[in-house]
């Protein structure tokens, strides 16, 4: 009964959620893409996206 409110509750908030991808180049982008699997990638880009707004907003 559990296992089946939380197989809900996730599908619920899947059904929610919009996905972009990112690409890298392994070759030409190996620095920033290497800085980019030691972030937090999803909520990095959401704080500078943020960021970018209220500078706009100002």
Do not use: C, G, P
């Not at 929610?16 to 991808?21: A, L």
């Not at 180049?25 to 707004?53: G, M, Y």
């Amino acid at each position: 009964m559990v296992d089946e409110k939380l197989a809900e509750y996730r599908k619920r908030a899947e059904a929610k959620r919009v996905i972009k991808k990112v690409s890298f180049n392994r070759e030409t982008e190996r620095d920033i893409l290497e800085i980019a699997n030691n972030l937090d990638f999803s909520q990095w880009v959401k704080e500078k996206i943020r960021e970018d707004f209220k500078k706009r907003l100002d």
